[in-house]
């Protein structure tokens, strides 16, 4: 989707290749990650971009999922991964890919980006704030299975 060079940084649309690649910044296995890519690629409310390096290999990705909304007109779009590799941090990836993602969203007819920071790290917020967002209510979340401590 979106494209281009800067800072000798490649911003593309993820590939299955990708998946080592991700696992590494996001955590799980490389067959893991492949399966979670393989459902984001085919879901057309999806977005998922890497930052890539000289050598070709992701260094960081941004995924947004798309969503109509009740409380506005269009849809929003909702950063639902973020990161850069470790030794690429403080390199201005992070803000390329915020950049690369905002641009996905508008092509996808939204009129807001949503983020929530990583809990409990005042960095991710410092971070989300140097950008342009501003607090817009608290996320919850819960989950729709039980656990195997819980079923027994």
Same mark, same amino acid.
């Given at each position: 989707?979106?494209?281009g060079? %800067?800072y000798? /940084?490649?911003? %593309?649309?993820?590939?299955?290749?990708? +998946?080592?690649?991700?696992? !590494?910044? &996001? !955590?799980?296995t490389?067959?893991?990650?492949?399966?979670? &890519?393989? #459902?984001?690629?085919?879901? @057309?409310?999806?977005?998922?971009? /890497?930052?890539t390096?000289?050598?070709?290999?992701?260094?960081?990705?941004?995924?947004?999922? %798309?969503? @109509?909304?009740?409380?506005?007109?269009? *849809?929003?779009?909702?950063?639902?991964? &973020?990161? #850069? $590799?470790?030794?690429? =941090? =403080?390199? !201005?990836?992070?803000? &390329?890919?915020?950049?690369?993602?905002?641009?996905? $969203?508008?092509?996808?007819?939204?009129e807001?980006?949503?983020? $929530? @920071? *990583?809990?409990?790290?005042?960095?991710?917020?410092?971070?989300?704030?140097?950008?342009?967002?501003?607090?817009?209510?608290?996320?919850?979340? %819960? @989950?729709?299975?039980?656990? +195997?401590?819980?079923?027994?």
């Open positions: 989707m979106a494209g060079t %800067r000798g /940084v490649e911003i %593309r649309s993820a590939l299955p290749a990708d +998946a080592g690649d991700l696992a !590494g910044m &996001l !955590g799980g490389a067959r893991e990650m492949a399966n979670r &890519l393989e #459902v984001l690629l085919k879901d @057309p409310a999806s977005s998922v971009l /890497v930052a390096g000289w050598n070709g290999a992701a260094i960081g990705v941004i995924a947004l999922h %798309r969503h @109509p909304s009740l409380a506005a007109d269009r *849809p929003l779009a909702r950063i639902t991964a &973020l990161a #850069v $590799a470790e030794e690429e =941090r =403080r390199n !201005g990836i992070g803000r &390329l890919l915020i950049k690369a993602g905002a641009q996905a $969203a508008r092509a996808g007819g939204c807001t980006l949503e983020a $929530a @920071p *990583p809990e409990g790290e005042d960095r991710g917020a410092a971070f989300l704030s140097a950008l342009g967002f501003i607090p817009a209510g608290a996320n919850l979340a %819960r @989950p729709l299975r039980k656990r +195997a401590a819980d079923a027994a």
